[in-house]
């Protein structure tokens, strides 16, 4: 019973030994002050109570006496726990609210008034730890308010670059259909119409000639013949049902079946 006694003691020695050797801050709450140190008083008085009762021989009064004790600093204990669970889920939102990335300098202000609450309670100094609560909540609300307003801000802003780009993209399609996807092309020497369609500038599809040949029926007599020099017209608005016919008519295995790599820049509905 004595050794589980004595350790019990020891680390509540420590304990007030911290609180006493904390530099106490300069505030006008002497009160509070005078309280806590009565607390300490009447802990260690139930601990004087069970020593004195011990060493009459009262056994049972001892054990009475130690377990007030105990109770009094558990007490105490649950207090301090109490604060610095509360506060210890205020910092845990900001982090998951990503408060270091948003606003670091606040949020990184608010840990450290957090690690000195964290001291002030290991040293059980309840006037500090009250006063560093007070300090935290106010820069819990404002890194609260400040983590806010930047993911607007950046929102806002990604919004503006996300506009910026997609006018962007479509200026560069528009080009792009101009220069990659010609309406005229210029017959070349052993080109024939399959091997135009076929071309990724034109179609990137060989069973879509007949859309060439349909459109320059007054140049070309002979669909398998054509002359060098000659302009082609190269049909860019089209209906489905009008590819799938070009496509039936040039033999293709499964006319319904139009490749997904086919260069149709425009289709009428």
């Excluded at 607390?39 to 004087?48: A, L, P, R």
């Excluded at 890194?143 to 607007?152: F, I, P, R, S």
């Amino acid at each position: 019973m004595m050794k589980r006694i004595c350790l019990w003691v020891v680390p509540v020695l420590f304990l007030l030994g911290c609180a006493a050797n904390t530099a106490p801050i300069q505030t006008d709450a002497s009160m509070g002050r005078d309280t806590q140190e009565d607390s300490f008083e009447k802990g260690f008085e139930y601990i004087k109570q069970g020593i004195d009762s011990k060493q009459d021989g009262d056994i049972e009064a001892a054990r009475q006496a130690f377990i007030k004790a105990c109770r009094h600093f558990d007490e105490e204990d649950a207090m301090f726990r109490s604060i610095m669970e509360v506060e210890t889920e205020k910092l845990r939102k900001i982090i998951t609210m990503s408060g270091f990335e948003y606003v670091p300098k606040k949020s990184f202000e608010l840990f450290v008034v957090y690690l000195e609450m964290q001291n002030a309670s290991i040293c059980r100094d309840k006037d500090s730890l009250s006063s560093l609560a007070g300090q935290f909540n106010v820069l819990y609300q404002d890194v609260l308010q400040a983590t806010v307003d930047e993911k607007q801000k950046r929102l806002e802003e990604l919004g503006q670059e996300v506009t910026q780009k997609r006018d962007e993209i479509q200026k560069q399609a528009q080009e792009d259909i101009f220069e990659v996807y010609p309406t005229i092309y210029v017959v070349r020497k052993g080109d024939t119409l399959p091997g135009i369609a076929a071309r990724h500038e034109i179609y990137n599809d060989s069973f879509m000639w007949p859309l060439v040949y349909k459109a320059n029926r007054d140049q070309i007599k002979d669909p398998k013949t054509i002359y060098v020099g000659q302009d082609l017209k190269i049909p860019r608005e089209m209906t489905i049902e009008e590819i799938i016919e070009a496509r039936r008519e040039a033999g293709a295995p499964d006319p319904l079946k139009i490749p997904k790599e086919a260069n149709i820049p425009k289709r009428k509905k």
